[in-house]
Nanobody, 123 residues
Framework: QVNLVESGGEMVQAGGSLRLSCAASGLENISSIHIMGWYRQSPTIPREQVAIMGLEGGTNYLASVKGRFTISRDNAENTVSLQMNNLKPEDTAVYYC???????????????WGQGTQVTVSS
């Protein structure tokens, strides 16, 4: 069973920076991780895609975080990180790591989620 564990969420003042990290384990039956990335969800905003990175390095960002957030990925270590700069109160949310993987011997491309890490930005 694929397991994703996030870290790095905490409370920070507006204008500050945080770095979220996510490590994947339980990959014995996985041939590759196609996409890794981050979603976020708050009480007032449904879960939204923040940033994703494909296996070859292609990225996609939520418009409101472009220029402030940077996603990076280490394929050898099966980790993904999100560097968040110039944080704003509206970035306050639970941030979830996700991975879409290929399963050995199966055409399925299941998605796995981490448990979430809280980011709170105070004004």
């Amino acid at each position: 069973q694929v397991n994703l564990v996030e870290s790095g969420g905490e409370m920070v003042q507006a204008g500050g920076s945080l770095r979220l990290s996510c490590a994947a384990s339980g990959l014995e039956n996985i041939s590759s991780i196609h996409i890794m990335g981050w979603y976020r969800q708050s009480p007032t905003i449904p879960r939204e895609q923040v940033a994703i990175m494909g296996l070859e390095g292609g990225t996609n960002y939520l418009a409101s975080v472009k220029g402030r957030f940077t996603i990076s990925r280490d394929n050898a270590e099966n980790t993904v990180s999100l560097q968040m700069n110039n944080l704003k109160p509206e970035d306050t949310a639970v941030y979830y790591c996700f991975a879409r993987v290929s399963v050995i011997g199966s055409p399925d491309l299941p998605i796995y989620w981490g448990q979430g890490t809280q980011v709170t930005v105070s004004s």
